[in-house]
């Protein structure tokens, strides 16, 4: 079994959309571990709906939409980094966390410790959008300084050159390419944009 990890700088920067194109792309499984917020679609079932994958449940399903681990306290459990090994399966497997790098999943752990003691190649998904260059340096560094394997930077939102190359150099990390927004996201809308993205990259990482 090969995992990539999918996460992202923040809630909300695309990282659901990239990780169903990317299970599409390898002909992965996909699994969300920790899902905050029940109200609209799951992640788990934008991803089914724009990949045709097969899914894994998620260890943990919390109603509210809230930091992972102000929903798990609202229903009165806390979340076991235990409970969230990678499982075993045949073939490649992408992940996605929750929100950004830094959040927390109880009082005492950060999803990046369960990122980095998965051991596993990670993407790192931030938007093009003004700010993006501190978020993404950042994340990075923290990435890093856990011992993770960063794969490289894959961008959602309208193209900015000199933003994206200012964090490839600066940050040293591989341009994995961008994700525009899509006026209609569909499974093909999807699949025909993420040829712009660099897989086989991520491929050589698992």
Not at 89 to 94: D, Q
Request: hydrophobic share 45%.
């Amino acid at each position: 079994m090969s995992a990539v990890i999918v996460t992202g700088t923040d809630t909300g920067v695309g990282k659901t959309v990239f990780a169903a194109g990317l299970t599409a792309a390898l002909g992965a499984t996909y699994w969300k571990p920790v899902q905050s917020g029940l109200e609209d679609a799951t992640d788990t079932e934008t991803v089914a709906a724009l990949s045709g994958a097969e899914i894994l449940p998620e260890a943990y399903r919390l109603n509210m939409p809230a930091s992972p681990h102000l929903s798990a306290e609202d229903m009165g459990v806390e979340i076991s980094p235990d409970r969230l090994a990678l499982p075993q399966i045949n073939g490649p497997l992408v992940v996605e966390g929750a929100g950004g790098v830094m959040v927390p999943l109880n009082r005492k752990t950060f999803f990046l410790d369960v990122i980095s003691g998965w051991q596993a190649p990670v993407v790192l998904v931030v938007r093009t959008a003004l700010g993006t260059i501190n978020h993404t340096s950042l994340s990075l560094m923290a990435l890093r300084g856990a011992g993770c394997n960063v794969v490289g930077v894959a961008f959602v939102g309208d193209a900015e050159p000199e933003v994206e190359q200012t964090i490839a150099e600066m940050c040293h990390v591989t341009h994995l390419g961008r994700l525009p927004y899509l006026d209609t996201l569909t499974r093909e809308t999807l699949s025909d944009a993420f040829d712009a993205i660099d897989t086989a990259t991520i491929r050589r990482a698992l």
